[in-house]
C-alpha cells in the first residue's frame, strides 16, 4: 500500500513539473528544450524504476524469509564495496578519453611513457585487498547460508519430488502430500530432501530462499523459513521442456491456526498417493491446479531415489494407464501475478 | 538396416514430415509458418547465392583462389565471412526471442515451446561456436603471422581443415532448419534432457555432430596458432616485444588445446549414450549428469576466456594505435593475461553452485573466480592509462573500446555478485545471469571482434571503411545492448526463469518491452555493419590505403602493402624491439627497398581441407539421421583424404624473386609519391596509407 502511494506521489510531482516547466525557469528556447528533453528522460527512468519496484518485489530484494533476508543483507555489502572498484573506472574512461582527445592541444602528449611502479602498485594492490575483504565475506557467508543447514529450532521435514512439470511435496510425518502447492507453516524452519522423477530441476522460491538442483538418484537438500504468512511463488528454473513455463507452484506460509486447520483438511482427502498415482503423476503433464492427498505410500521418497539408482526408465510410465488424475497438457490456466490458483 | 524398405535404408529416419515446409503445410500456424520462413531463407539464400557465382562464372575463381587456398589470410578472411552470416542468423533468433517473450505475458505468444526452445538452443550454440569462435580464430589467422613477421602459419593444410570443419558444422546448424528440428536443450545440452529417453528427435544429434566438428576444428587451430607463435616468429621478435594481440592469442591457443578436448570428450559419451545404448549420463544404470556438467564447464569456462582475450589484445592494439602512445604496463598486461589464462582452469564449478557440493567446495571456486576480477582489473587501468598522455581519436574502433572498457566493468560487477555463492543461489537460471553473460560477452567478445574488423579491415583489403556509418553501428551495438540487457538484470533479481515460453506477471512487461526495443536497436547495429561495407566497397576509390599504414599504427602487420601480398613481407624483417614498425618510422628506415631479393616458397593450393570438412558434415548428417551408408562412405572418404595427403610430397610453390621484385617496388614507388597523412585527417580521402611521423 505504502509503496503504491510513494509510487502516485512521485509520478504526481513529476507531471506538475513537465507541465510547467517554464515555471521554473524561464530562460532561453534551447536552455527549455534541453529542460523538456531531460524530464523526459526522467519520467521515462522514474516510471521504469516504479515499475521495476513492482517487479522486484518478486524477488530476494523484498525477502519473506531468514534465509533470502540475509541473502539480500549481503548483496547490499557486495554492492557496496564493488562501488570502489568500479567508480574508478567508470570516472576515469570518459574523463581521460576526453581530456586527452586529438583536438585538445593544452593537454600533454608522453607518447614514449608507459610504465610507473606507482601506478602498477595502484592497479594490483588496491583491487586485490578488496577481493580479500570479498573473500572473507564470502568464505563466511557461503558457510552461513549454506543449504543443508539447518535453522535453529524444530523443523518441519518435507520430500520434494521433482516431476516433469510438477513438484510433489510430500509430508512424511504427517502422511500426507500435496502437488504443485507447497504449504509450510510461517515462522517455523522448514528443512526440504529433493530428488527428480525425470531430468535435472532447480528449485526457486525467490523470496524465501535460493535454489537447489533436485536430481534423480539423488537427494539435495534445502532449509528455508518463512517469517510471516502469505503466498509466494515458487518455480522451476532449469528447463526440462515444453511445460517447463508452467511448473511453478504456490508456496503459502501459514499460521498456526491457518495451518493445523489445512492439516485437518489434507487428512480429510480421500485419495492416497502411492504407486500407481506416482507413475500417473511423472507423465510429461501440467496440472491444471494442484492436487491433495490425503495419505501417502510409506517410504514413496527413498523408493524414488533408488528406483533411479536401479533401473529408473523414465518413459516406461507413459505406457501404464491413466487414473482420473485431472490432468492436461492444455496451458489455458488463469494465472495471477507469475502463480497458478 | 531400420526396416525392410529400401528408402528405409537410403534414408535412414528420414522423412517428408522432417521438412518444415510439409510442416507448415499440415498444421498452418504462425509458428510453424516462422520455421518454414526460416527454412525457405536458407534454401533461397543457399540458391540465389549459387545463382550469382554461376552467373558470375567464379566458380573457378573461387575455387581455386579462396576454397582451397593455404594462405592465411584467405583463410582468416573466409572465417570471418562464415561468423557473419551465423552472427546474422543467431542475432533474427535473439529478435524472436525477445519478441516472443514480451508478447507471451498470460498467452501462448506467436511460437510453440518446442520451437521456442530450438530458437534459445540454436541462438546460444551459433553465437558461441559458430560466431565468436570462427571471428576471433579469423582474425588471429589473420594478423598474428604479419605480427610476428612470418609469411604463414605453421601448418597451413591444418589450417585449412579446420576452416572447413567449422563451415561443414555451420552447415550442420544450417541444414537442422531445413531438414528436421535442432536440440531443445540450451548450448549446454544437459543431460539427461539430451538423452534419447526425454529427447527422442534427431535434435540433440544436430547439436552434437555440429558441435563436435566446431570442436576439433577449434583444437587444430589452437595447435596451429600456438605452434606459429612458437616457432616463427621473425629473428628478433622475443616473446616480450610481441604485440600484445600474439600474447592474447597464445594464452588463447593454449586454452583451446587444454579446453576443447574436454568438450569432445562429453560430446562424444553422449553420443554414445544416444547411439550405442551406454549410460554415462542417464538417470539410471549408473549413469550420473554431474558427470557431464562437469566435463562441460571444464570446457566451458576457458571457453569464455578463450573469446574473451583475442578482443583484449584487440583493444590493446586500437587504444594504443588511436592514442598515438606506447601501451600502459606491457609486462602487466601480458602478466595480467597469463594469469587470466591459469585461474579460467580452476572456476568451471561456479557454473553449478546449486548442486548440493559442500559451502567449502563453494566458498574455494567462489573467491577462486572472484580472483580473475584482479587481473581483468589490471587490464582496464592499462589501457587507461595508455589514454593518459595521449592523443585520442574517437574513431569507430576506439568509440568501441571506450564503451567495452565501461560496460565490462558493470558486467565484472555482477559477475562478483554471480561469483558469491549465497547470491548465485538467488538468481541463477534466471534472467539474472543472461543478462550478466552477455554483459560479459558483447562487450568483451562482439565489440572487440568488431572493433578489430574495423581496425585491421584497411589492411585487408586497401581501402578504409566508412566511418560515419561506423559510427552509427557501434552507436547501435552500445545503445541496443544497454536497452536489451539491463531490463533482464531487473527481471532476473525479480526470479524470472530463463528459457521460458511463456510468463505469467504483467509486472514484467515494461522490462520485456524495453528489451525487445534493445533487440531491435541490436538488429539495427548488425544492418548498418552490412551497409557500412557496401558503402565502403562501393566508394573504395575514394578511401584507398594501399601503402598501408593508415592510422600510424605501431605493428609490423602495418608496414607492408594493403592488401599484403601472398608472401606477407619481401624479407623477413629483423626485429630490434617492442612497436617495431613504430620504431623504424620513427628513425626513418621504413619503406627502404631490399638489398638482394629472393625465391619465397608458399604452400600449394589444396583441395583435401575442403574435402575433408564437408565430408566430415555430410558423414554428421549421416548420423543425424541413422543414413548408415552417408556415414560409412564420407568417413572413409575422410580416412582416405588425410591419409592420402600425409603421403604427398609436393605441396610446395615457389615465387620468383623477380615476382616478388616487382610487386616490392611497385609498393614502394606508391609510398614515395603518397602524401603523408596527418592524424587530424586520417579520416578524410588524403589519407593514402602513409602516415606522418610526428614525435
Known sequence: ?341 | MTGPTITGFLLGSLSWGALPFVRAWREPNISEIIGAGAGSIVVIGAVVTIALITWLQAWEYLWTQWFTSLDHKKIGIMYIVIALVMLSRALIEAVLIRSQQAAAINGPGFVEPGHFAQLFSTHGSIMIFFMAMPFLTGMVNYVVPLQIGARDMAFPYLNSVGLWLTAGGSGLMMASLVVGEFSTGGWSGYPPYTELNFSGGPGPDYWIWAITLASIGSTTAGINIACTIYKFRAPGMTFLRMPLFCWTAVCTAILMIFAMPPLTVATALLAADRYLGTHFFTDDLGGNMMNYVNLFWLFGHPEVYIVVLPSFGVYSEVVSAFSSKELYGYKSLVIATMAIGVLSFTVWLHHFFTMGQSADINAVFGIATMAIAIPTGVKIYDWIFTMFRGEVRFTPPMVLSLAFMVTFVLGGFTGVILATPPLNYMVHNTLFVVAHFHNMLIPGTLYGLLAGYMYWFPKAFGFRLNERLGWISAGCWITGFYLAFFPLYVLGASGMARRTHEVFDPAFRPWLYVALFGAFVLFTALVTLFVQLFVSIRDRHANMVAVGDPWDARGLEWSVAAPPPEWNFAVIPQVESRDAFYWRKRNREAYKPVDHYQDIELPKPSACGVIVGLSAAACGFGLVWRIWWLVALFGAVVVATVIIRSFLRDVTRTIPAAEVEAFDRRWLAQAHYAKPVSRQREMSRRNEGLAEWTA
Open chain 1, 1 to 341: 500500500m505504502q509503496a503504491s502511494l510513494v509510487r502516485v506521489m512521485l509520478l504526481q510531482l513529476i507531471t506538475v513539473y513537465l507541465a510547467h516547466p517554464d515555471r521554473l525557469c524561464g530562460a532561453s528556447s534551447i536552455v527549455n528544450r534541453v529542460r523538456s528533453i531531460l524530464s523526459g528522460a526522467i519520467l521515462t527512468g522514474a516510471a521504469l524504476s516504479l515499475a521495476g519496484c513492482g517487479a522486484l518485489n518478486r524477488g530476494f530484494l523484498f525477502p519473506a524469509g531468514p534465509i533470502a533476508g540475509a541473502i539480500r543483507h549481503e548483496w547490499i555489502v557486495v554492492c557496496f564495496i564493488m562501488l570502489f572498484v568500479i567508480g574508478p573506472v567508470l570516472l576515469l574512461v570518459p574523463l581521460v578519453a576526453w581530456h586527452y582527445r586529438l583536438s585538445n592541444t593544452r593537454s600533454a602528449y608522453r607518447p614514449q611513457w608507459g610504465f610507473s611502479w606507482s601506478l602498477e602498485g595502484l592497479i594490483w594492490i588496491p583491487p586485490s585487498a578488496i577481493v580479500v575483504i570479498l573473500a572473507a565475506f564470502l568464505w563466511r557467508d557461503t558457510h552461513r547460508l549454506d543449504p543443508y543447514k539447518r535453522l535453529p529450532g524444530h523443523a518441519l521435514e518435507i520430500q520434494a519430488i521433482a516431476a516433469d512439470w510438477k513438484w510433489i511435496f510430500i509430508y512424511p510425518e504427517q502422511g500426507i502430500a500435496s502437488v504443485n502447492r507447497l504449504v509450510i507453516p510461517a515462522g517455523r524452519p522448514v528443512h526440504l530432501s529433493l530428488t527428480s522423477a525425470t531430468v535435472m530441476q532447480s528449485i526457486l522460491m525467490p523470496r524465501l530462499a535460493g535454489q537447489i538442483y533436485a536430481m534423480a538418484g539423488m537427494r539435495t537438500q534445502l532449509s528455508l523459513q518463512a517469517d510471516r504468512s502469505g503466498r509466494f511463488l515458487g518455480e522451476n528454473v532449469q528447463f526440462n521442456g515444453m511445460g517447463f513455463q508452467n511448473e511453478k507452484f504456490a508456496v503459502d506460509a501459514m499460521d498456526g491456526a491457518e495451518y493445523a486447520h489445512w492439516l485437518a483438511e489434507m487428512h480429510a482427502e480421500p485419495d492416497r498417493l502411492g504407486a500407481t498415482e506416482y507413475e500417473t503423476l511423472t507423465r510429461r503433464t501440467t496440472l491444471p491446479h494442484p492436487l491433495a492427498f490425503g495419505a501417502v505410500e510409506p517410504d514413496l521418497f527413498d523408493h524414488v531415489v533408488m528406483l533411479a539408482q536401479k533401473s529408473g526408465h523414465a518413459l516406461e510410465v507413459e505406457k501404464l494407464p491413466a487414473l482420473p488424475l485431472p490432468m492436461a497438457v492444455s496451458r489455458d490456466v488463469p494465472h495471477d501475478q507469475g502463480m497458478p490458483p
